[in-house]
């Protein structure tokens, strides 16, 4: 039978407390999988109006915590066991360390006092997740995990956001131990700010570098906003179109801020970076300034960096101030909150007489639009008989879903493909696993999604390769009824280390070859509750995604048999300036 809510100063144990403390975080959904550490945390859940999804592999549980938080922009929040339960979700920390991602992860420790003695399924879960979190705590008292708890998320949600890690010993959350008895309460706003005296996110930018930025930006002729995932973490999209129509600056959206600029924009040009289009990547090359709001500098996006952009001035806008400076020095640097930043941005630059004040820009723009008509993505169709073309295929995906679908993807060629030849008109439509590069990423994150948008379509698309690290939580997506779809590009390779190898190595093929038979992803989907089928000519790709699309209560895989010897193009390759951006495979670089 239920308990009623406890009130202040009522005597309750560490696992009820703990729930309670994520109920009143408003927390929805809890992705997890049980084991004896964490055991007395999970009776309290029964009486909870919390959603747990049991997954197959605590990974997947930190995937799918990332994807609803991608989708949703709140906390994920995932519950893991101790030892190998805290292991396994090592690299979903990392990954969204590295992205970026607010999330909230809970592991069970072993009881107090048998930690450092090597005790069963006992590991440093906070010293091995130190450095792959923004902050992480070894709880050791009951009382203090509502505190503990409301710190986790504001620390996780404000700032640069990330994921934070708390570890629960058992004995403070297990009723039957007397370290687990505690009294109820819940920590104000104010209290939580005194207890992280060190924690004081600068959201507010500097007003004179503002100006400086806006009068810089107004003299450049050559201008590039060049746009990050720090956009999307602060729910920046609105007023960065308002920049970029004001200023009639063109836009740049890294392979973390797809969807932030609508792609069909007159002022989009596209994804930048190593396997960017060449009018994104040759833009910035050219520039007399790039505009880095929410960006990094990424090593995929600059190519060789003392090649990078040589002529540009740089205003560098960032919540985390070590951003700026890491990578390359600003000529402006801002640190600040992307959405107040950019919204002082333009009432500074309107009070400087907006559009009117503006440089001529006319000459930027016909060279933008000369390399647009020169350099189009492009492929080579299929021939009767021939395995399909991917690009091909993510085109029908893109044409035959609804505009807002949700796109998830793993890491490799098809990522790449997916990013190029999706048409991304809405922000928080794009996840996948950027600074990491997870493979097996897309079907968890997809699955997370889907339940924090359950009325938006979701597709995962995946490699082969990708596919078989974590299939296995189609059963957790069939079992749960969260009607994901799955399009495996199937190439039979591990395709972008075959990419590198081909062009690299000499064609030396090493261990990369994967079968395009064996596993049989059609038996193996229906074997996990999905419904399934294999497509192998162009006629048959249609269709089969419309059958796909129709199909509401219960996941699908669609296994599309595509060419392995296709590569993905442009390309900049490793330790090459963006300056020698290779437009297609007859190895043939663009001219300036």
Same mark, same amino acid.
């Given at each position: ?245 004001? =200023? ?6 890294? +392979?973390? *801020?797809? /969807? @932030?600029?609508? #792609? !069909? ?16 990547? =040759? ?6 300034? +790039?505009? *880095?709001? /929410? @960006?990094?500098? #990424? !090593? ?293």
């Amino acid at each position: 039978m239920s308990q009623p809510p406890p009130q202040p100063g009522d005597r309750i144990d560490g696992g009820r407390a703990l729930i309670r403390s994520l109920e009143l975080e408003g927390v929805e959904v809890v992705f997890g999988l049980p084991g004896g550490a964490i055991l007395p945390v999970y009776d309290p859940i029964i009486d909870s109006p919390i959603r747990h999804i049991l997954v197959r592999h605590e990974q997947g549980a930190g995937h799918m915590a990332e994807g609803y938080a991608h989708a949703t922009g709140r906390p994920g929040v995932a519950m893991v066991t101790s030892g190998p339960g805290a292991t396994n979700i090592v690299t979903p920390l990392c990954d969204a360390y590295m992205d970026s991602i607010p999330m909230v992860c809970i592991t069970g420790q072993v009881p107090f006092p048998a930690i450092g003695t090597d005790a069963f399924q006992e590991a440093d879960t906070v010293g091995i997740t130190r450095s792959v979190t923004k902050h992480n705590e070894l709880v050791t008292r009951a009382e203090d995990i509502p505190r503990v708890i409301r710190e986790a998320f504001h620390i996780a949600t404000t700032g640069r956001p990330g994921p934070v890690l708390v570890d629960i010993p058992k004995d403070i959350v297990d009723p039957t131990k007397p370290a687990s008895a505690m009294e109820w309460y819940w920590p104000t706003d104010d209290e939580v700010s005194a207890g992280l005296p060190g924690y004081r996110p600068t959201t507010k930018g500097h007003p004179r570098k503002i100006k400086e930025a806006a009068e810089l930006i107004s003299r450049s002729r050559r201008p590039v906003l060049y746009v990050g995932g720090g956009i999307l973490k602060a729910r920046a999209a609105e007023v960065l179109r308002e920049l970029a129509e004001l =200023t009639g600056i063109p836009v740049v959206t890294t +392979l973390m *801020a797809r /969807g @932030a600029f609508p #792609d !069909d924009h007159e002022l989009c040009l596209g994804m930048p970076g190593m396997h960017g289009n060449y009018t994104a990547v =040759t833009a910035m090359q050219e520039a007399d300034l +790039l505009v *880095a709001l /929410g @960006a990094r500098f #990424d !090593d995929r996006v600059t190519g060789r960096l003392d090649g990078f952009a040589p002529d540009a001035k740089i205003i560098h806008v960032d919540v985390d101030p070590a951003e700026l400076g890491k990578v390359r020095t600003p000529d402006v640097p801002i640190v600040g909150d992307c959405r107040q930043v950019i919204g002082e941005l333009v009432r500074t630059i309107t009070n400087l007489g907006g559009r009117d004040a503006q440089a001529d820009r006319s000459e930027w723009r016909q060279r933008i639009s000369g390399w647009q008509e020169t350099y189009p993505l492009t492929y080579a169709p299929s021939e009767p008989g021939e395995l399909l073309k991917p690009q091909f295929v993510l085109e029908q995906l893109r044409d035959l879903s609804p505009e807002d679908t949700i796109v998830a993807s793993g890491v490799g060629q098809h990522q790449m493909w997916a990013s190029q030849y999706w048409t991304f008109r809405h922000p928080y439509t794009w996840i996948n696993s950027g600074g990491l590069g997870t493979m097996g990423f897309s079907v968890p994150a997809a699955i997370g999604a889907k339940v924090g948008m359950p009325d938006r379509t979701v597709w995962a698309i995946d490699g082969d390769g990708c596919f078989q690290m974590t299939a296995q939580e189609m059963v957790t997506a069939a079992t749960e009824r969260i009607p994901i779809k799955v399009a495996i590009l199937n190439n039979a390779y591990l395709g972008m280390v075959r990419q590198w190898q081909e062009m690299f190595y000499d064609e030396r093929y090493s261990e990369v070859y994967l079968s395009p038979d064996l596993p049989d992803y059609v038996k193996w989907a229906e074997a996990m509750g999905c419904v399934a089928l294999r497509v192998e000519s162009p006629e048959e790709v249609g269709p089969a995604i419309e059958k796909a699309n129709d199909i509401d209560d219960r996941p699908v895989v669609l296994e599309f048999r595509t060419d392995s010897s296709e590569k993905v193009f442009p390309m900049v390759p490793a330790g090459r300036t963006n300056s020698e951006i290779v437009v297609g495979p007859s190895g043939g670089e663009g001219g300036r």
